[in-house]
């Protein structure tokens, strides 16, 4: 469960490295988290509320601003423990280049230390 908020806690620290696992169970969190404020707005649809709608869409909306920056961070630090700069993030936004950090999230780190620190231990 740590894992899952640790990214939150490093909210705007790009230097150093992030493991797979620490990457993951935070998107697995942001996944839960927009699971969950989903259902007010499905159940605005359903019952054809405004109020409900937009109220949902607000509390959505700030969320995904809050979480931005540390979505932004955390996949530069696992760029990094993948031994690669943190500006090919800005790979994301030409067509296609997502893909391209989607491959190296899912790649093992360098076992060793790199020129980014040491190999991420659990938190």
Not at 39 to 46: G, H, K, Q, R
Request: glycine content about 8%; proline content about 7%; some cysteine.
């Amino acid at each position: 469960m740590q894992e899952m908020i640790l990214p939150l806690k490093r909210y705007a620290q790009f230097e150093g490295r992030a493991n797979r696992r620490e990457y993951w169970m935070f998107q697995l969190f942001i996944l839960i988290i927009s699971a969950v404020l989903m259902v007010p707005l499905i159940t605005a649809l359903v019952i054809q509320s405004d109020g409900l709608g937009i109220a949902s869409i607000i509390l959505f909306t700030v969320f995904w601003l809050a979480t931005l920056l540390p979505v932004i961070a955390v996949t530069v630090r696992r760029l990094h423990d993948c031994n690669q700069s943190g500006w090919m993030y800005l790979l994301a936004f030409i067509p296609f280049g997502g893909l391209v950090i989607f491959v190296f999230t899912l790649l093992p780190g360098t076992p060793q230390e790199n020129a980014y620190g040491p190999v991420p231990t659990g938190p």
